[in-house]
T-cell receptor, first 114, second 116 residues
Framework: GAGVSQSPSNKVTEKGKDVELRCDPI?????LYWYRQSLGQGLEFLIY????????KSGLPSDRFSAERTGGSVSTLTIQRTQQEDSAVYLC????????????FGPGTRLTVT | DQQVKQNSPSLSVQEGRISILNCDYT??????FLWYKKYPAEGPTFLIS?????DKNEDGRFTVFLNKSAKHLSLHIVPSQPGDSAVYFC???????????????FGKGTLLTVNP
């Protein structure tokens, strides 16, 4: 079946502009995660959605970052007033539920802020 | 403060030999550990996991060993194949010990190159 998809695959934006990154999880997966990987670093947890529960936003680095998950499926990560340090690969993952299921990752969106 | 450390950024191995990838962690709340493999321009893919109640888990050519007292785990690949060349990430989560069992904390990865 289809895996996790993300769009766009690459995004170049000017400092100060807003960007939206999209994630389509695997159908039927109730849990959705956003991570980012900066150059030379491991994956950094950003936010987690589980069903209709309030999301865990504890990993968001600043209030310029926000995310939504509409209808329990598609998610959008928004970065307002982008900064150069926001440049990274943003990865989305989904899993069947929160109980230790492995997370299935999308290919990521490479964001470059100039 | 890096809670999951992969101290070798790269490893080169001859085809057919054993590859050993190492990972250390500092958070004693971690009780579930995973290895992911990542090819360029793709997302990480799950490889193998181990719960802290075990010290070994095997799946085909892949075996993960956990030494809780040393807070160390390792991934063994034998025999190594050229198609195994990728970046390998170690990840950990805390669950039964009271932490969040869905946040994965990742290491920085080790680039494995298997030479034909």
């Amino acid at each position: 079946g289809a895996g996790v998809s993300q769009s766009p695959s690459n995004k170049v934006t000017e400092k100060g502009k807003d960007v939206e990154l999209r994630c389509d999880p695997i159908s039927g997966h109730t849990a959705l995660y956003w991570y980012r990987q900066s150059l030379g670093q491991g994956l950094e947890f950003l936010i987690y959605f589980q069903g209709n529960s309030a999301p865990d936003k504890s990993g968001l680095p600043s209030d310029r970052f926000s995310a939504e998950r509409t209808g329990g499926s598609v998610s959008t990560l928004t970065i307002q007033r982008t900064q150069q340090e926001d440049s990274a690969v943003y990865l989305c993952a989904s899993s069947v539920d929160r109980e230790r299921d492995e997370q299935y990752f999308g290919p990521g969106t490479r964001l470059t802020v100039t | 403060d890096q809670q999951v450390k992969q101290n070798s950024p790269s490893l080169s191995v001859q085809e057919g030999r054993i590859s050993i990838l190492n990972c250390d962690y500092t958070n004693s709340m971690f009780d579930y550990f995973l290895w992911y493999k990542k090819y360029p321009a793709e997302g990480p893919t799950f490889l193998i996991s181990i719960s802290s109640i075990k010290d070994k888990n095997e799946d085909g050519r892949f075996t993960v060993f956990l030494n809780k007292s040393a807070k160390h785990l390792s991934l063994h690949i034998v025999p190594s194949q050229p198609g195994d060349s990728a970046v390998y990430f170690c990840a950990a989560s805390a669950g039964h010990s009271g932490g969040s069992n869905y946040k994965l904390t990742f290491g920085k990865g080790t680039l494995l190159t298997v030479n034909p």
